[in-house]
């Protein structure tokens, strides 16, 4: 884990019982972009979240709790899906919001900007400023891993 988190004792006050969860433990396993598991892309979508939350008077909790949630859909989304059904883009938010509800109780904000976090490509607006945060976040992480990519080619 990157040690700037850790070291964070707020933010990882917030999410370490999420982190310890075998469930999102599993995230490890997939990989996500290039280099980067899905666990490492939540945690940093998760801190970025944080930090915009604070900075934007949001709740950052919820920000937290969901950004290391996001993705929560545990399997390799380059690989066809046994049951074809719909595109991983469009379908994962909902996957992962599922997974994630079997694990923890969730508040009606983190549900929202965990099934949301697509916008706008899946096109119902978000309800709450937390979502439009994770959306930002995500892209953001997203971009990142992109740029390091570049980098080290
Ligand atoms: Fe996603
Ligand atoms: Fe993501």
Redesign the pocket.
């Known amino acids: 884990m990157d040690e700037k988190y850790v070291n964070d004792k707020e933010f990882y006050s917030i999410v370490e019982d999420l982190l310890n969860n075998d469930t999102v433990q599993e995230m490890k396993k997939y990989r ?1 972009h290039f280099e980067t598991s899905c666990y490492d ?2 945690l940093c ?1 998760s801190y970025y979240a944080y930090k915009m939350a604070k900075k934007w008077n949001a709740d950052y909790t919820s920000a937290a709790r969901a950004g290391i949630l ?2 929560l859909f545990l399997y390799d989304w380059r690989k066809p899906r046994p049951d074809g059904k719909g595109l991983h883009a469009f379908r994962h938010p909902r996957v992962a919001l599922n997974n994630a509800m079997k694990e923890f109780p969730l508040n009606k904000v983190e549900q929202d900007a965990i099934l949301k ?1 697509m916008w706008p490509l899946t096109v119902v607006l978000p309800k709450y400023k937390v979502s439009y945060i994770i959306t930002l976040a ?1 892209k953001y ?2 971009f990142l891993d992109n740029v390091h990519h570049l980098k080290r080619k």
């Open positions: 996500h892309h939540c979508v996001h993705d976090h995500d992480a997203t």
